[in-house]
């Protein structure tokens, strides 16, 4: 497994999301990243950035990454979509050039040129046709309609979770010997912890493989909050919300379990809860 940097501390978190998800799928499909760039056409240089949280990586390269690691898009292209809003919020409330004399983060959003984007002759590619005014006008197009498009989605899922939280609020049992207490009045969770065929369950969720990441609600939130509680680490309430005391726990719960503290649940993080 690679020795990644520490991401920005100010990354939002959908980006984050996203970068964590393409450094496990390189690592998973162990590439140098002399040989990400043979097989995706994007440089080296730039890879480095699109994984460090310096730059957005183009729609294009997160499906060639996906291909080359032999992963169906369609989800990294979701979490791609939502984490375009959110560099593109954080780039409102930046400036422009980076301080450390990176160029701006728009130009970022597809190659710059030909010894930056384009493999080496000595991979055997064929240089990428530029044509960039009409490129960044489509991309442009794009990324307006995906935005209008996400914005709409996540407001009718935001209104049916709430429905759902209401429902599921006053039908939920109360909690029964040996779970622990929860915190919060609305939406109410309780931990009802079992083990199962060798795993540990809370009753709120059974998933496996949720990514999750602060600013984050919802059942699965609250089924890791009270599986970090019965680990030994304190999440603060239990209350569905990932703040930063369930991104604290998640870290030392990362730690001591050998995985990178990144403070992102994902598949390897779920394991170690419910082990």
Known sequence: MSRWKALP????????????????????????MQRLAAKTGYSQKSWERYLNGRSLPPREAVEALAQVGGEDPTRLLVLHELAAEGWEKRRRGTPVAEA???????????????DDETPSAA??????PHGRPLRIAVAAGAVALVL????????VVRLTDHGTDDKAATTRPASTTGSF??????????????RTDGHWYA?????????????????DVA?????????????????????????????????????????????????????
């Open 203 to 219: 009753g709120n969720s059974r998933t496996q493989d949720a990514i999750l990441a602060q600013g984050l609600a919802g059942p």
């Open 181 to 194: 207490p929860a915190s919060g009045s609305a939406p109410s969770y309780t931990c009802r912890i079992q």
């Open 9 to 32: 501390a100010d990354l939002d978190p959908r980006v984050r999301q996203l970068v964590v998800r393409l450094r496990r799928l390189k690592d998973h499909g162990d590439l140098s």
């Open 123 to 128: 991979d055997g590619e064929a240089a990428r």
């Open 223 to 275: 089924e890791a909050q009270c599986l970090l509680r019965r680990a030994g680490f304190s999440p603060g309430g239990i209350d569905g919300v990932y703040g930063p005391l369930t991104e604290r726990a998640v870290k030392d719960l990362q730690k001591r379990a050998g995985l990178p503290p990144d403070g992102i649940v994902g598949p390897h993080t779920w394991g170690a809860l419910r082990k």
């Open 148 to 155: 209008a498009v996400v914005s709409a989605v996540l407001l």
């Open 100 to 114: 450390d004399g990176e160029e701006p983060s728009a130009a970022e959003a597809g190659p710059s040129s030909a």
